[in-house]
């Protein structure tokens, strides 16, 4: 099913007609942001949360968004709601909310007039599989700009991703010159020694999965923001990505190096479950 309806600029339109202006600054200069979040149960996962923090990402790259964030989040639940009234066999979707310059006559200039488009994609079931045996990442060292705003500007992630991918990982983790590890391209990252939980605090996106990841761990784990060097992977007991699509995912090797036994261990497995339980009573 890929023909969903988007909304763009006030309107539902079939998602292989739906267009933006060429001429809008999304398009010839990747001047906009964007945030995803997803459905369980058809219910939208913390969509305030996320509207919030594509308002943040707007503010800073200095693009003014004229839609409150209560009139954002209706346009999502219409559109959502819409979509499985359109289709009625249709299970949860990722949502993308994309708002950019808008169109331009300088092909530069922003002329106040921003464009929303929101896309929805069906969610395929996850690898079980994969979850069970866990997953190997792939370090990129590269140099970010402003890594804490979902923006368009996703060349240097796409990058890392195609070098992560051929090198057999499921995901590239940011690795800084100066030798610490952050976040992978598309989630974020975690290590665990006894019980602390440890995550970065510099040059990370606020991630909501996150967020909600150290609020369950909290009660069980000591959650330490700090600094990651790469050369303590060796030393760590396990290691964990959290994100909108990954949901919770162990790590059994960060690039030649086994992650502990080389198996999830027991405070991933826990994280999972105890996310899981929340998803439960979140959509209820």
């Avoid at 996320?50 to 790259?61: F, M, P, T, V």
Wanted: overall charge negative; some cysteine; hydrophobic content about 45%.
């Amino acid at each position: 099913m890929t023909n969903l309806f988007c909304y763009v600029n006030g309107t539902y339109v079939p998602a292989d007609i739906a267009a933006l202006p060429m001429n809008d600054l999304g398009i010839v200069r990747g001047y906009g942001v964007f945030d995803v979040l997803r459905t369980y149960n058809r219910k939208p996962f913390h969509l305030r949360a996320h509207i919030e923090r594509l308002q943040k990402s707007a503010a800073a790259i200095k693009l003014t968004l004229p839609w409150p964030i209560d009139e954002l989040e209706q346009t999502v639940q219409d559109l959502l709601a819409h979509n499985y009234a359109a289709f009625p066999e249709l299970g949860n979707v990722s949502v993308r909310v994309i708002a950019t310059g808008g169109p331009s006559s300088t092909f530069f200039t922003p002329e106040q007039k921003p464009s929303l488009a929101i896309l929805l994609s069906p969610i395929a079931p996850r690898d079980e599989a994969l979850y069970a045996r866990g997953a190997r990442l792939v370090t990129v060292e590269m140099e970010r700009y402003m890594p804490g705003v979902k923006s368009l500007n996703y060349i240097g992630a796409i990058i890392a991703a195609q070098e992560a991918t051929a090198a057999g990982g499921i995901e590239a983790l940011y690795r800084t010159p100066d030798g610490l590890v952050t976040e992978g391209t598309r989630a974020s990252f975690f290590l665990v020694k006894g019980n602390q939980l440890l995550t970065a605090k510099d040059a990370v996106l606020d991630g909501i999965t996150r967020r909600v990841i150290c609020e369950l761990a909290e009660k069980h784990f000591k959650v330490v923001v700090t600094e990651l060097p790469y050369v303590s992977i060796p030393e760590m007991d396990e290691a964990f990505v959290v994100g909108t699509g990954k949901e919770v995912l162990p790590i059994i090797e960060i690039d030649e190096m086994m992650v502990g036994d080389g198996v999830p261990g027991p405070v991933t497995q826990k994280l999972m479950t105890l996310f899981q339980e929340y998803v439960t009573d979140y959509c209820q």
